[in-house]
């Protein structure tokens, strides 16, 4: 027995009001059932969902039969990518065209067809009026105009394809050029680092022992750099292998701790640990890759957490003889990521934050690589994270077990003889604004090298407070900062020297334009200095402004 739609049911799909193609008025079931002309409701992905009387005798099908189809059906299977197209068109505004329909025996007739979205609100249904032109001489005219179109879209699709290989074309040219130039830039840092680890080797004092160390720092972050870009490049041209050597996972993971604690307790961070002792710790793997992988999602963690925790734990998901898989989750009560950056979090050069006030350095490589390398290892990386709560990153990968266990050399540092340098007193105070680490650390030797009084603040209202409980002779301003920038900080600076005194502001800043200088000068700071700068010639700025 064949069972049509209610009347409560048809009013769930239509609106009363609705007039279709401006012609027709719903009036309930008794239309849609005495309908002349064929009338069929189809849903949003091409489901048919009801089929009237005349349907059923049109196309041969029963009612259940009719119903178990999709459009596509009715159509022929090479239209079916440009049925879709005219459906989402009906769904938005609307159609009406010619084509043919295919009956249940495989016979096919001509129809002119008129669909309409059939709820104004929902727009999650169509209803189709269908008729039958089999009489009307015209339609082969139309027909042989859908034949062009469907040559033209051909004809779009081939220029389409020739566009996508020359942009595959271009991607691996353009990491033929990142591998070049990585390996042309690898070659003097290969002879800096040597140099450094020659130097760590001498009887060094021990100013110049953190001098070398900070050196030693900055060339292995460069490097760092560059081999992202080479690696980058090696896995966009398919080059990129694992180096699988056994290595003991305890071992490896201590040290990666405790650099964690260290890093996280010099921020006043709470850091926890667990390592799952059911672990065999004796494996086979890419220890460098895995270390990078982590020391990225740690130091991330500790990077983007000002206050609170951060945790790591290490456990076994499962094993068998020769192999286990281990999770590696690292959860912190930092910033936590916004909801536009999720999806983009694993793309090549994203980062979030992008302002003058910055406060966060990086490539935007780091998760990209991480997640590549992550998935040769049979693994992933996941997270999950809410914004101002903090992130949980899960990073999963496969080992082959080992049985022997490599003992492997230590080799100790040198003694380095300590050897004291006279300076020359003076009671000048610089104030040096300066929101990276390193970056301080250097200038803290500039400065007092030359006997003046130093004093470090990491971002603008720092340098607020501190100008307000001590005497500073000149500031050394950097001008992209976290929370205050350089030029939002000289603004409130001169607007609180109400005593007439006025400190000697200069600019030093990586922005190495014209136009970069100007604005510096008219923020009312008295010089600027642009980075990598001579040391010498900042002394030669520093001791005319405090002549001045």
Same mark, same amino acid.
């Given at each position: 027995?064949?069972?049509?739609?209610?009347?409560?049911?048809?009013?769930?799909?239509?609106? =009363?009001?609705?007039?279709?193609?401006?012609?027709?008025?719903?009036?309930?079931?008794?239309?849609?059932?005495?309908?002349?002309?064929?009338?069929?409701?189809?849903? =949003?992905?091409?489901?048919?969902?009801?089929?009237?009387? =005349?349907?059923?005798?049109?196309?041969?099908?029963?009612?259940?039969?009719?119903?178990? @189809?999709?459009?596509?059906?009715?159509?022929?299977?090479?239209?079916?990518?440009?049925?879709?197209?005219?459906?989402?068109?009906?769904?938005?505004?609307?159609?009406?065209?010619?084509?043919?329909?295919?009956?249940?025996?495989?016979?096919?007739?001509?129809?002119?067809?008129?669909?309409?979205?059939?709820?104004?609100?929902?727009?999650?249904?169509?209803?189709?009026?269908?008729?039958?032109?089999?009489?009307?001489?015209?339609?082969?005219?139309?027909?042989?105009?859908?034949?062009?179109?469907?040559?033209?879209?051909?004809?779009?699709?081939?220029?389409? *394809?020739?566009?996508?290989?020359?942009?595959?074309?271009?991607?691996?040219? =353009?990491?033929?050029?990142?591998?070049?130039?990585?390996?042309?830039?690898?070659?003097?840092?290969?002879?800096?680092?040597?140099?450094?680890?020659?130097?760590?080797?001498?009887?060094?004092?021990?100013?110049?022992?953190?001098?070398?160390?900070?050196?030693? *720092?900055?060339?292995?972050?460069?490097?760092?750099?560059?081999?992202?870009?080479?690696?980058?490049?090696?896995?966009?041209?398919?080059?990129?292998?694992?180096?699988?050597?056994?290595?003991?996972?305890?071992?490896?993971?201590?040290?990666?701790?405790?650099?964690?604690?260290?890093?996280?307790?010099?921020?006043?961070?709470?850091?926890?640990?667990?390592?799952?002792?059911?672990?065999?710790?004796?494996?086979?793997?890419d220890e460098l890759k895995l270390?990078?992988?982590?020391?990225? @999602?740690?130091?991330?963690?500790?990077?983007?957490?000002?206050?609170?925790?951060?945790?790591?734990?290490?456990?076994?998901?499962?094993?068998?003889?020769?192999?286990?898989?281990? *999770?590696?989750?690292?959860?912190?009560?930092?910033?936590?990521?916004? #909801?536009?950056?999720?999806?983009?979090?694993?793309?090549?050069?994203?980062?979030?934050?992008?302002?003058?006030?910055?406060?966060?350095?990086?490539?935007?490589?780091?998760?990209?690589?991480?997640?590549?390398?992550?998935?040769?290892?049979?693994?992933?990386?996941?997270?999950?994270?809410?914004?101002?709560?903090?992130?949980?990153?899960?990073?999963?990968?496969?080992?082959?077990?080992? #049985?022997?266990?490599?003992?492997?050399?230590?080799?100790?540092?040198?003694?380095?003889?300590?050897?004291?340098?006279?300076?020359?007193?003076?009671?000048?105070?610089?104030?040096?604004v300066e929101d990276n680490l390193?970056?301080?650390?250097?200038?803290?030797?500039?400065?007092?090298?030359?006997?003046?009084?130093?004093?470090?603040?990491?971002?603008?209202?720092?340098?607020?407070?501190?100008?307000?409980?001590?005497?500073?002779?000149?500031?050394?301003?950097?001008?992209?900062?976290?929370?205050?920038?350089?030029?939002?900080?000289?603004?409130?600076?001169?607007?609180?020297?109400?005593?007439?005194?006025?400190?000697?502001?200069?600019?030093?800043?990586?922005?190495?334009?014209?136009?970069?200088?100007?604005?510096?000068?008219?923020?009312?700071?008295?010089?600027?200095?642009?980075?990598?700068?001579?040391?010498?010639?900042?002394?030669?700025?520093?001791?005319?402004?405090?002549?001045?």
């Open positions: 027995m064949v069972e049509f739609v209610s009347d409560s049911t048809l009013e769930k799909l239509f609106n =009363k009001e609705d007039i279709l193609h401006g012609q027709v008025f719903f009036n309930g079931k008794d239309f849609i059932e005495n309908a002349s002309e064929v009338i069929l409701i189809v849903g =949003k992905y091409g489901k048919i969902i009801y089929g009237n009387k =005349k349907a059923i005798e049109a196309y041969g099908y029963s009612f259940d039969e009719l119903v178990n @189809l999709d459009i596509f059906a009715l159509r022929n299977e090479d239209t079916k990518e440009f049925t879709q197209k005219q459906l989402n068109k009906a769904l938005n505004s609307g159609i009406k065209f010619r084509t043919y329909h295919y009956r249940k025996d495989g016979s096919k007739f001509p129809v002119e067809v008129r669909s309409i979205y059939s709820n104004k609100k929902s727009k999650d249904m169509v209803v189709s009026i269908i008729r039958d032109i089999s009489d009307v001489e015209e339609v082969y005219k139309d027909i042989t105009d859908r034949k062009l179109i469907d040559q033209e879209l051909q004809e779009k699709c081939k220029k389409l *394809e020739l566009l996508k290989q020359k942009a595959e074309d271009a991607n691996k040219a =353009k990491s033929i050029f990142l591998a070049n130039m990585s390996h042309e830039i690898r070659t003097p840092m290969n002879s800096i680092l040597a140099t450094i680890q020659l130097l760590q080797l001498e009887c060094i004092n021990e100013e110049q022992s953190k001098y070398v160390k900070i050196l030693n *720092e900055s060339a292995h972050t460069m490097l760092s750099v560059i081999n992202n870009l080479l690696d980058i490049s090696k896995i966009e041209s398919g080059k990129f292998k694992l180096n699988n050597q056994s290595f003991n996972l305890k071992e490896t993971i201590n040290n990666i701790y405790n650099n964690l604690l260290i890093t996280g307790n010099s921020k006043g961070l709470e850091v926890s640990y667990y390592l799952d002792p059911s672990i065999n710790f004796e494996i086979i793997g270390k990078e992988i982590l020391n990225n @999602l740690i130091s991330n963690a500790v990077k983007f957490t000002d206050e609170g925790y951060v945790s790591f734990r290490v456990k076994m998901i499962s094993n068998d003889e020769s192999s286990e898989k281990i *999770e590696f989750k690292i959860k912190d009560s930092g910033i936590g990521i916004e #909801e536009e950056f999720k999806e983009k979090i694993f793309n090549d050069y994203i980062q979030g934050d992008l302002s003058i006030k910055k406060k966060h350095m990086g490539t935007g490589l780091g998760l990209a690589i991480s997640k590549q390398f992550a998935n040769l290892m049979n693994g992933d990386i996941c997270f999950e994270s809410i914004l101002g709560k903090g992130s949980t990153f899960i990073f999963t990968c496969e080992f082959k077990k080992f #049985e022997h266990k490599e003992r492997k050399l230590k080799i100790s540092n040198m003694a380095k003889d300590k050897i004291t340098i006279s300076r020359i007193e003076q009671d000048k105070v610089i104030l040096c390193i970056n301080q650390e250097v200038m803290e030797g500039i400065i007092k090298r030359k006997g003046y009084k130093y004093i470090a603040a990491y971002n603008g209202n720092e340098a607020l407070s501190i100008l307000k409980n001590n005497k500073v002779d000149l500031i050394l301003m950097d001008v992209q900062m976290p929370e205050l920038n350089g030029f939002e900080t000289t603004k409130i600076i001169r607007e609180e020297e109400l005593d007439g005194k006025r400190i000697p502001i200069i600019a030093m800043t990586a922005y190495a334009m014209r136009e970069d200088k100007d604005k510096c000068i008219k923020a009312d700071m008295d010089d600027y200095i642009v980075k990598p700068f001579d040391i010498e010639k900042l002394y030669e700025f520093m001791e005319f402004h405090l002549r001045t």
